[in-house]
């Protein structure tokens, strides 16, 4: 399915601005790792949707002390971050449409990605349109999004990429948007 910008400004009216930008790569991405049915689409636009303020961050936001969470302790070596304060926290922070975090995570797409580390040299390159769409996507499939969305487990879903279920009500109000723009009942 190949979602087009009007559709695609339907579902994230808040993304007019930004949607000629990423229509094209979405839509390649959205491609490459099956993101191809309409139901499938819409869990996907919709978390993307909230993931990155409707395309307008592709970086986490945050200051150095937020950030930090991600340096040292237990949620930085889960990420695969040194266990040293020296700044994995800041360089491996959320990117991409699906905000890819830590160390670990970067190398994985990177892999998945380019078939080497680059995005462990720049971890800036999951801030450009076409890497940021290209690491959603990728991360949608790995984590058996697709399978999920095919299911409706939407806040399944939700818990894979977020890690709770921060931002649910306006992740199943952009579900909502995307499944009617899509028209899948």
């Known amino acids: 399915m190949v979602v087009s910008e009007q559709q695609l400004i339907k ?10 930008v990423f229509i094209s790569v979405l839509n390649t991405a959205m491609s490459r790792y099956q993101i191809t049915t ?23 936001l945050g200051s ?13 070596a889960r990420l695969g971050n040194t266990p ?14 699906i905000q890819i ?14 078939g080497d580390d680059r995005l ?13 769409c290209e690491s959603a996507a990728w991360f949608w499939q790995s984590n058996g999004l697709n399978e999920l969305a095919d299911k409706d487990q939407f806040t ?7 890690g709770g279920l921060n931002g649910l009500d306006a ?5 909502a948007r995307a499944k009617a723009v899509l028209c899948v009942s």
């Open 156 to 162: 399944t879903i939700t818990r894979r990429i977020n």
């Open 120 to 132: 462990l040299r720049q971890p800036k390159l999951l801030e450009q349109p076409q890497w940021a």
């Open 64 to 76: 150095d002390q937020y950030l930090s969470k991600y340096d040292t302790g237990t949620l930085a």
């Open 171 to 175: 992740r199943l109000q952009l579900w």
């Open 38 to 60: 309409p139901q499938r689409t819409a869990a996907f636009l919709a978390q993307v949707g909230h993931e990155s303020g409707q395309l307008f961050y592709v970086r986490e």
């Open 101 to 114: 975090t830590g160390r670990r995570n970067y190398m994985a797409c990177s892999q998945a990605l380019f």
């Open 84 to 97: 040293e304060a020296d700044g994995d926290g800041q360089m491996y922070r959320g990117r991409g449409l």
């Open 11 to 20: 579902v994230l009216p808040s993304s007019r601005l930004k949607a000629g």
